[in-house]
């Protein structure tokens, strides 16, 4: 064999060994993206629940992700078949209509004492014992069909039912596990109950996979399960409270998001709106924002502070130096429809 032979022969060998390794890296990144893809493949799942549309986005390496998003939808109804005050089976119901003690699970203490603590810490701008108040509004049992049949009830009304309002009238038996509403208060959970089964159902996800991605939107308000793809932002859509689309953009990888709104239950009379946030002072709907929204870490603090900033929003200096405190970010549209915004809001508005 020639010298040159030789060398043609080595220089072969190193072109097959070059272009071996070439394939190997083009064959790992396929794999790689393919894998990525196979990881993070979303399984989306919808109901009617709450009185509004639950949509769960998940994705899950530990388990079949429609299972897990069955879980969710489970654990709203089983939440909402227990606190929804207007259903009689509920132990809300019970309460509401019983003039003694009645003795309650551990869940229901906690929930109710949770809820008169936040009671507490709004100054009584987010109230649970406004039942009397709501169904006089015809807001217990309204839907966009019945809006037209609703009427402004009298002021002497309002009056009577303000007389049997307020979370002063909750009392609560901590060692035996009982609660008795006082002057005929009836319990209406629907600020925080969307919140609590956010967590609730977030909970029950993390502990059988606690890398799970994806979110929970309840009628939007939203608890993001895990970051997009394990690893990017969510971007969550602020709805316009007049009008259609969007008026800001949020980004967001953990937490929860709340929007407490005008638009969302509302009749009109002579050209006013009449909507379903009530002002616990005056037994009026609240009237001087058109939407409220409150990121937090918890999804009960958005919830509840989302309608507390909706009630309270005549005093934005209380709300911008309160809320940050409590660990939540505001922004809101004023009834004239100009916008303010906490500090720490801004930084979820863009990517950083
Ligand atoms: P949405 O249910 O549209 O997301 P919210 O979270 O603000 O809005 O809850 C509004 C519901 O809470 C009302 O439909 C009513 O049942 C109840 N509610 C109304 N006003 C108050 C208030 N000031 N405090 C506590 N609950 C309220
Ligand atoms: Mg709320």
Same mark, same amino acid.
């Given at each position: 064999m020639r010298f040159s032979d030789r060398k043609d022969i080595l220089k072969t060998k190193n072109v097959i060994l070059i272009s071996g390794v070439a394939l190997l890296i083009i064959l790992s990144v396929f794999a790689y993206l393919?894998?990525?893809k196979v $990881?993070?493949?979303? +399984? !989306?799942? %919808?109901?009617? %629940?709450?009185?509004? @549309? *639950? @949509? &769960?986005? #998940?994705?899950?390496?530990?388990?079949?992700? /429609?299972?897990?998003?069955n879980m969710v939808l489970r654990e709203f109804e089983r939440i909402d078949q227990k606190f929804d005050?207007?259903?009689? !089976?509920? &132990?809300?119901? /019970? #309460?509401?209509?019983s003039n003694d003690w009645v003795d309650v699970d551990k869940e229901t203490f906690a929930l109710i004492e949770a809820a008169v603590g936040y009671a507490k810490l709004t100054e009584g701008a987010f109230d649970p014992a406004l039942g009397r108040i709501i169904t006089l509004w015809g807001f217990d049992d309204f839907s966009s069909k019945n809006a037209s049949s609703l009427t402004v009830p009298q002021e002497k009304e309002i009056k009577k039912a303000l007389q049997m309002s307020g979370y002063q009238n909750i009392v609560l038996d901590r060692e035996n596990m009982r609660i008795k509403m006082l002057n005929g208060a009836q319990l209406d959970l629907g600020a925080i109950v969307k919140g609590y089964a956010l967590e609730k159902?977030?909970? *029950?996800? /993390?502990? *059988?996979? /606690?890398?799970? %991605?994806?979110? *929970?939107?309840?009628?939007? !308000?939203i608890k993001i399960i895990g970051p997009k793809y394990g690893k990017t932002f969510w971007v969550i859509g602020i709805k316009?409270? @007049?009008? %259609?689309?969007?008026?800001? +953009?949020? +980004?967001?990888k953990e937490g929860s998001i709340a929007t407490s709104g005008d638009y969302e239950r509302y009749f009109i009379v002579d050209g006013k709106r009449y909507h379903h946030i009530i002002d616990p002072q005056t037994g009026w709907p609240a009237s001087y924002? $058109?939407? &409220?929204t409150v990121i937090a870490r918890d999804a009960v603090a958005a919830d509840v502070l989302s309608t507390a900033g909706f009630v309270m929003a005549k005093d934005w200096r209380y709300v911008v130096v309160h809320f940050p405190e409590l660990g939540a970010q505001v922004f809101m549209v004023l009834s004239d429809g100009s916008i303010k915004k906490s !500090?720490?809001?801004l930084a979820y508005e863009r990517k950083p």
């Amino acid at each position: 064999m020639r010298f040159s032979d030789r060398k043609d022969i080595l220089k072969t060998k190193n072109v097959i060994l070059i272009s071996g390794v070439a394939l190997l890296i083009i064959l790992s990144v396929f794999a790689y993206l393919i894998w990525g893809k196979v $990881r993070f493949i979303y +399984y !989306e799942a %919808t109901e009617f %629940t709450m009185g509004t @549309r *639950i @949509r &769960v986005y #998940i994705s899950s390496d530990e388990m079949n992700p /429609k299972d897990l998003a069955n879980m969710v939808l489970r654990e709203f109804e089983r939440i909402d078949q227990k606190f929804d005050p207007y259903n009689p !089976e509920s &132990v809300i119901y /019970k #309460i509401n209509h019983s003039n003694d003690w009645v003795d309650v699970d551990k869940e229901t203490f906690a929930l109710i004492e949770a809820a008169v603590g936040y009671a507490k810490l709004t100054e009584g701008a987010f109230d649970p014992a406004l039942g009397r108040i709501i169904t006089l509004w015809g807001f217990d049992d309204f839907s966009s069909k019945n809006a037209s049949s609703l009427t402004v009830p009298q002021e002497k009304e309002i009056k009577k039912a303000l007389q049997m309002s307020g979370y002063q009238n909750i009392v609560l038996d901590r060692e035996n596990m009982r609660i008795k509403m006082l002057n005929g208060a009836q319990l209406d959970l629907g600020a925080i109950v969307k919140g609590y089964a956010l967590e609730k159902s977030y909970n *029950i996800v /993390k502990s *059988i996979d /606690k890398d799970a %991605t994806g979110f *929970i939107d309840a009628g939007g !308000e939203i608890k993001i399960i895990g970051p997009k793809y394990g690893k990017t932002f969510w971007v969550i859509g602020i709805k316009n409270p @007049r009008g %259609t689309g969007s008026i800001d +953009y949020i +980004y967001m990888k953990e937490g929860s998001i709340a929007t407490s709104g005008d638009y969302e239950r509302y009749f009109i009379v002579d050209g006013k709106r009449y909507h379903h946030i009530i002002d616990p002072q005056t037994g009026w709907p609240a009237s001087y924002a $058109r939407s &409220v929204t409150v990121i937090a870490r918890d999804a009960v603090a958005a919830d509840v502070l989302s309608t507390a900033g909706f009630v309270m929003a005549k005093d934005w200096r209380y709300v911008v130096v309160h809320f940050p405190e409590l660990g939540a970010q505001v922004f809101m549209v004023l009834s004239d429809g100009s916008i303010k915004k906490s !500090e720490g809001f801004l930084a979820y508005e863009r990517k950083p």
